[in-house]
């Protein structure tokens, strides 16, 4: 009997370490529970892709899906790739990053399932849901399909104070200068500007460039730039710095001044739109964030609005289809598994897509087309509907310039906003030194799915009306 006990007990070790051994090396291939890598660490966000992550779990209970919220998510993700210690799948707002890790082959294609029928399900939802701007993001500048956009933002919109302006005023370029000379003639400041965001400070100031030379040069100038084709001290790219420079480096342009726009966090850089009186009354981006503790809170639609950003080209250029600066959350599988396969094609469904924008109706929408034609009808006039009819609609949708250089130009870039609002004088300097770091970070040419495809190889497109020559804004 002692003889039956120890040699069950043996059997029961040697198992024991065998399942302990499996583990170690990853275990089997169906993992019930799986590791998400996102950049958010809190506040909406947050909350919102958790329910999109309730969601999928009330559907499929023998599957746990863990957040793991990291504001160094690139740093995090790169050095896991490199120990071998990747996370079964990622978010990435950079589709850089995702072409790179694509091109690593660290990356499981859509296509390529273990469940064949569900990757092959999943493709063709991508291509008869999505925007084909949307796919080809997903494929990273290769043949393949790798990410799903879990969530989408516009970011070529104006923001203003209802109660003060008139929506008709802002509808060209020229008239949206003129209301912001009108409002510093008076005293007063125009814009709403913060560009605080470690360790990415600079960000909103490289949306707001990015925004400026797709409307005044066009998207063939934009894609050229992105793919490192189009040199920072062309005219193109200068004049974008010098409009920009035009609008807020002017003295009383922004809010506090340059310092305070250098040193206040993003999130908190429209509070002045809705105090009384407005601190400022126009903001540039995705979306505007009023002070959580204002009371009243202001209301979308009555107390702020928005309008798309205008046309910089002159009234004689040939007519162009509206074209908007996006960017989207894109999430890509780095461990093959049934677990993670499933996930992957719930993401892009149509009840996942719905999610995202009901808990954050102003500030996320959903890159699948059936989805926010859906939105935009139900509540045509809101805010969030009319958003949600930019991206139903026909129009040229580019991708977030920066977001989608390689990250060391994109890290310049940042810096180059910082040096450029601390002294103005210094933009030749600032361009020629961004022309040094785009040959280091291209060093072989590329071609990026940043806009529609046009005339791709057209790198010098007409050159703005604004001066060529980069010299400090006057």
């Known amino acids: 009997m002692r003889r039956q006990r120890r040699t069950a007990l043996r059997l029961l070790l040697v198992l ?15 993992r019930s529970v799986l590791t998400v890598l996102t950049p958010w660490t809190a506040g909406a966000e947050k909350e919102s892709f958790q329910a999109v992550i309730d969601a999928f ?12 919220p990291t504001r160094a ?10 120990k071998g210690e990747e996370p079964d799948l990622a978010v990435m707002a950079n589709p850089g990053a995702l072409r790179s890790y694509a091109q690593q082959q660290a990356l499981v294609p859509l296509d390529d399932f273990q469940d064949r029928a569900l990757g092959s399900g999943l493709v063709e939802l991508l291509k008869s849901d999505y925007d084909p701007q949307w796919y080809r993001l997903g494929q990273a500048g290769t043949e393949r399909p790798y990410a799903v956009v879990v969530k989408a933002s ?11 302006l008139d929506p008709r005023s802002l509808d060209s370029w020229d008239g949206l200068v003129g209301v912001g000379r009108s409002i510093t003639q008076r005293g007063e400041t125009p814009w709403c500007l913060a560009v605080a965001d470690p360790p990415n400070s600079g960000w909103p100031g490289t949306d707001w460039i990015e925004d400026i030379l797709l409307h005044q040069s066009g998207a063939d100038a934009y894609t050229a730039w992105v793919d490192g084709r189009l040199k920072w001290t062309s005219p193109q790219v200068s004049a974008a710095w010098q409009e920009w420079g035009r609008s807020v480096t002017a003295q009383g342009a922004v809010h506090g001044g340059p310092l305070t726009a250098l040193l206040t966090s993003y999130g908190e850089g ?3 739109l809705f105090t009384a009186p407005p601190g400022c009354y126009l903001g540039h ?8 503790a204002a009371r009243p809170g202001p209301v979308p639609g ?26 989207g959350d894109l999430v890509a599988m780095f461990r093959d598994s049934p677990g993670a396969e499933k996930f992957m094609a719930f993401l892009a469904s149509r009840k996942a897509q ?14 699948n087309r059936a989805v926010t034609q859906t939105l935009s009808r139900a509540a045509p006039h809101s805010i969030s509907g009319r958003i949600n009819g930019l991206l139903a609609s026909p129009a040229t949708l580019c991708f977030d310039a920066s977001d989608s250089m390689p990250s060391t130009m994109a890290a310049a870039f940042n810096h180059a906003v910082l040096d450029y609002l601390n002294d103005p004088a210094r933009l030749p300097a600032i361009l020629t030194g961004l022309d040094k770091a785009q040959a280091d970070a291209y060093p072989e040419p590329t071609r990026s799915s940043v806009c529609p495809t046009s005339s791709p190889s057209s790198a010098s497109p007409s050159s703005p009306s604004s001066p060529s020559t980069a010299t400090a804004p006057g």
């Open 285 to 292: 981006g995705a979306l505007v964030t009023p002070d959580p």
């Open 154 to 164: 516009v970011k070529s919109l104006i923001w203003y104070d209802r109660r003060q």
């Open 73 to 82: 998510l690139d740093q995090v993700l790169r050095a896991g790739v490199q």
């Open 57 to 68: 779990e009330a559907d499929n209970p023998g599957i746990t899906v863990h957040a793991s």
């Open 16 to 30: 024991t370490l065998l399942a302990a051994t499996a583990s170690c090396l990853g275990g089997p291939s169906d």
């Open 354 to 367: 719905q999610i995202w924008p009901q808990h954050q109706p102003e500030a996320a929408f959903s890159a």
């Open 302 to 327: 009555q107390d702020y609005d928005f309008v798309p950003f205008p046309d910089l080209r002159p009234t004689s250029a040939p007519a162009a289809a509206p074209a908007y600066e996006v960017s």
């Open 270 to 272: 429209a509070y002045p």
